[in-house]
């Protein structure tokens, strides 16, 4: 669900992981069509369109969710954001890593305030900030 769309995160640029999910959401989407997926989502048309068609990292987690959810094999959409929401903060405990470690050595222009905010759901997420932050976590839990 997004955050294992690659085997290896950390191995992995930011922009090549923000292309491993911009994939996964590319076949949820090829599987019924840009026309249905914009149906049964709440998903603008046009930002369907974007990602079918091209990279897409200013996507919502929110609206990559229910494009993902689409594939039968995979959870609702609330149950993947929350997925991620998790995963990440696991990763945070594990790397004993806290949200101004995470911001002062991310490319976001976010404060840790920020950060904290945007793992929590408090304020919304892109997929280029995702694979930011999971790309730096996941870097710091294999040192």
Known sequence: MLYDAVDDPASRSTD?????????????????????????????????????????????????????????????????????????????????????TIASNVDLDLSGQEIQQTIEGRSGMTLRQLAAIQRFIEERNDR
């Open 16 to 100: 090549e992981l923000r292309e491993a999910y911009e994939t996964q959401i590319r076949r949820a989407i090829e599987r019924v069509g840009v026309e249905t997926a914009a149906e049964r989502t709440g998903v603008d048309r046009a930002a369907v369109e974007t990602v079918a068609g091209g990279p897409a990292p200013d996507l919502r987690l929110e609206d990559a969710a229910e494009l993902v959810a689409l594939d039968g094999d995979a959870p609702d959409a609330e149950t993947i954001v929350l997925e991620i929401r998790d995963h990440l903060l696991l990763g945070m405990t594990t790397g004993v890593l806290d949200v101004d």
